[in-house]
């Protein structure tokens, strides 16, 4: 059964800190993984990652895909409080029967205060 | 604004109503996806359309039935729902290409539905 898990389930920091999130998947036919932020509503777009090893970086945040070990991480440096949300992964398929399928992990809430 | 508008944003319905989701894609995309989340678990695919035809069905409930006339219009209509049912239905589109791959998905704000 295809797989993707988050850690940690939570977190609470404060603002100007440093933090991790971990992603590690486990699903056949793998294409690439992604990374959404959920604040209130709609879950919006990140990153995604096809190849591993490669950064990805947009502002305070970045984001790298280790294919060897299954995982990907999502770092917030310089954390403000509104980077406040839920942050979501999940892997993509590469076509066949799965096309278009995303499989989402159970998703990290992350909670910054001033 | 993503370009994914969902429309009721809440829903409240009886066990043995009719109601319709609706969802409109402004982006170009060919594929659509009807996703249902509830507290404290993952997002759940339910539905995939590409190019208009349904190429996923989760093993949903048929008291869940979803219509997609064309490329950028996805309803997901409602029967004889349980309370469990209760959730935020997301609707989502993505750009295709030829190989099958799969791009990033943009979502709409969902729809608070509650079942009562």
């Known amino acids: 059964e295809d797989k993707v898990v988050q850690s940690p389930l939570s977190l609470v920091v404060h603002e100007g800190d440093t933090v991790t999130l971990n992603c590690s998947y486990e699903?056949?036919?793998?294409?690439?993984l992604l990374w959404y932020k959920q604040e209130k509503k709609a879950p919006t777009f990140l990153f995604m990652l096809?190849?591993?090893?490669i950064e990805k970086k947009s502002g305070r945040l970045s984001s790298i895909l280790d294919k060897k070990e299954l995982f990907s991480i999502l770092n917030i440096t310089a954390t403000q409080t509104g980077d406040s949300a839920i942050y979501l992964c999940?892997?993509?398929?590469?076509?066949?029967?799965?096309?278009?399928?995303?499989?989402f992990g159970q998703g990290t809430i992350l909670t910054v205060h001033p | 604004e993503t370009g994914v508008t969902q429309t009721p944003r809440h829903l409240v319905m009886g066990m043995t109503n009719k109601k319709s989701l609706k969802c409109e894609q402004h982006?170009?995309?060919?594929?659509m996806y009807w996703y249902k989340q509830s507290a404290k678990k993952p997002l759940e695919l339910m539905f995939v359309?590409?190019?208009?035809?349904?190429?996923e069905n989760n093993s949903v409930p048929s008291r869940f039935s979803p219509e997609c006339p064309n490329s950028s219009h996805l309803f997901l209509h409602l029967h004889t729902l349980q309370p469990e049912d209760s959730a935020l239905y997301l609707c989502?589109?993505?750009?295709?290409?030829?190989?099958?791959?799969?791009?990033?998905?943009?979502f709409g704000p969902g729809t608070r539905l509650t079942v009562t």
């Open positions: 359309y590409n190019f208009k035809e349904q190429t």
């Open positions: 989502a589109s993505s750009p295709t290409d030829v190989a099958g791959g799969t791009y990033e998905q943009y």
């Open positions: 096809t190849s591993s090893g």
């Open positions: 699903v056949t036919n793998f294409r690439s």
């Open positions: 999940a892997a993509s398929f590469a076509g066949g029967t799965s096309y278009g399928k995303l499989t």
């Open positions: 982006l170009g995309h060919n594929a």
